[in-house]
């Protein structure tokens, strides 16, 4: 069954990228979302060649992998890809799905054209960015 827009709302809530979001640009962003599904062993993510999109897991797994080691699982709720969005940078790890998955899926092309026009939610994920960049330096 799909999921419904204030369900996608939730979920965005959520993740860091988006955290600093109003409900209103919560929406926009929820409305240029799209839903998919993998199976256990579909690669999401490759290490090293360009991404175009931001996941959010709905359901299942995934084991992220830099260098061929284990750095995580994510699970239910995480996300990852966000430098795809922001950056035209290679990925920085391989993700693969170690269940079947269900995802929330923002390209950057779609992420780029809620951000033309709602620029102020660019300026939101940046403070999340920072603030993300802050902690880190501080660990």
Wanted: net charge positive; hydrophobic share 40%.
């Amino acid at each position: 069954m799909p999921l419904s827009k204030n369900e996608k709302v939730e979920l965005l809530k959520r993740t860091a990228l988006f955290r600093e979001c109003t409900k209103a640009q919560l929406i926009e962003v929820a409305l240029c979302a799209d839903e998919r599904e993998a199976p256990e062993g579909d690669r999401l993510t490759e290490e090293g060649r360009r991404g175009r999109e931001f996941f959010i897991l709905v359901e299942g797994a995934v084991a992220v992998r830099r260098g061929g080691r284990k750095l995580a699982e994510l699970g239910a709720g995480d996300s990852f890809g966000e430098i795809a969005i922001l950056t035209y940078k290679p990925r920085t790890a391989t993700v693969t799905a170690i269940a079947p998955v269900r995802l929330l899926v923002i390209s950057d092309r779609a992420f780029r054209r809620v951000v033309e026009t709602t620029p102020r939610i660019a300026l939101n994920v940046l403070r999340s960015v920072a603030q993300r960049l802050e902690h880190d330096a501080r660990s």
